[in-house]
C-alpha cells in the first residue's frame, strides 16, 4: 500500500499544517484549481485568497482542482495581504523579476528548511502574486523572505500553479514525510558472483561466445558492467540461469547436430 512509503510520525504532518499558501488576487480559476492539487499532492492545506475576482472560474477551479475538491472549498478569502498573512511569523514572497531587494532572495530549496524550522511553532506563509503583474513592491515590503525559482533566461516566469508547485515540493521532500523506495533483496556477495562468472565463462566457452585465447578478456568487460550497480541475490540466480539454460541449450544442439 502507498501509504506504507509515509513516515508514522505525526509532527511532519502538523509542521505542513502551518504552512499557508497565498494567492493575491488570481486572475484564472483553473490555476486555483491546480493549486489546490498541488498543495495536496505535497501534504499543505491552508489555502487562502486575497481579494478573489468576482468573474473568478469557479467551475474551471473545479475542474482542475480533479480530487483536491475539498481544497478548494476549504479556502479562506481575505480582503487584505496584511490581514490574509497577520498570524504569520515568516512570510515569503515569491518573484520571478529581478531588482527591489531582490538580489537577496532564496531559491525554494535554501528556503525549505528556514520554513520548517519556524513552522515547528509557528504559522508561515508563502505568498504568490497575479498571473498578470506579480506581486507589487509595496506587498513584498511585507515579507520577511523573498523566493525566487531558478528558470533559464528563455523564459523567467512560471505558470502561477508551477510556481506553487515547486516552492510547496522542495518544502514536502526537505519534511522527510515521504519514504524513498529502497531495493530490499539482499546484495550478492563475492562468493556468490564468482560462482555466477563460473558458470558464464563456461557458457561463454560452450556456446562458442568466444574462445581460450580471448576467455580472460571477455570476463573482464563482463565483471565490469555486472560492476555497474548492485547486484542482489535475486538478480544473479537470473544471470546464473540465463547461462545454465544456454549450457543446456547448446549441449543438446551438439548432440542433435553430431
Ligand atoms: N508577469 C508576472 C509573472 C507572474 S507569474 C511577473 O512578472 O511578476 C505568477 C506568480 O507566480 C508570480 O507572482 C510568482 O508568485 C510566481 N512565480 C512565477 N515565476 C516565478 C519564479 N521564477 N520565481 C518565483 N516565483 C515565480
Redesign the pocket.
Known amino acids: 500500500m502507498p501509504e506504507a512509503r509515509f513516515k508514522e510520525n505525526k509532527s511532519n504532518m502538523n509542521i505542513l499544517d502551518n504552512i499557508r499558501i497565498v494567492l493575491?488576487e488570481p486572475i484564472f480559476g483553473g490555476n486555483i484549481g491546480s493549486v489546490c492539487r498541488v498543495m495536496n499532492n505535497n501534504g499543505i492545506t491552508d489555502l487562502a485568497i486575497v481579494k478573489p475576482r468576482p468573474e473568478t472560474d469557479w467551475e474551471d477551479a473545479r475542474k482542475l482542482s480533479c480530487s483536491a475538491k475539498a481544497q478548494l472549498e476549504a479556502r479562506k478569502e481575505f480582503a487584505t495581504l496584511a490581514e490574509a498573512v497577520a498570524d504569520c511569523t515568516v512570510v515569503a514572497?515569491?518573484?520571478?523579476?529581478t531588482g527591489f531587494y531582490r538580489d537577496t532572495s532564496h531559491s525554494p530549496r535554501e528556503f525549505a528548511p528556514v520554513a520548517l524550522e519556524s513552522a515547528k511553532g509557528h504559522k508561515i506563509a508563502l505568498?504568490?502574486?497575479?498571473?498578470?503583474?506579480?506581486?507589487s513592491n509595496e506587498e513584498l515590503a511585507r515579507c520577511t523572505h523573498i523566493?525566487?525559482?531558478?528558470?533559464s533566461e528563455l523564459y523567467?516566469?512560471?505558470?502561477?500553479s508551477?510556481?506553487?508547485m515547486?516552492?510547496c515540493y522542495e518544502i514536502f521532500v526537505a519534511s522527510g514525510t515521504f519514504q524513498p523506495s529502497e531495493e530490499k533483496a539482499e546484495e550478492a556477495n563475492s562468493e556468490l558472483r564468482e560462482r555466477m562468472f563460473d558458470v558464464w565463462r563456461e557458457m561463454m566457452l560452450k556456446t562458442e561466445f568466444t574462445h581460450e585465447q580471448k576467455l580472460e578478456h571477455m570476463m573482464m568487460g563482463l565483471r565490469r558492467i555486472f560492476s555497474r550497480g548492485k547486484l542482489t541475490v535475486p538478480d544473479v540466480k537470473i544471470l546464473m540461469g540465463l547461462a545454465k539454460q544456454s549450457i543446456w541449450v547448446s549441449d543438446q544442439w551438439k548432440k542433435v547436430n553430431q
Open positions: 493575491v514572497g515569491t518573484s520571478a523579476r505568498v504568490f502574486g497575479r498571473e498578470n503583474k506579480g506581486l523566493i525566487q525559482i531558478p528558470s523567467t516566469s512560471l505558470n502561477l508551477h510556481a506553487v515547486v516552492c
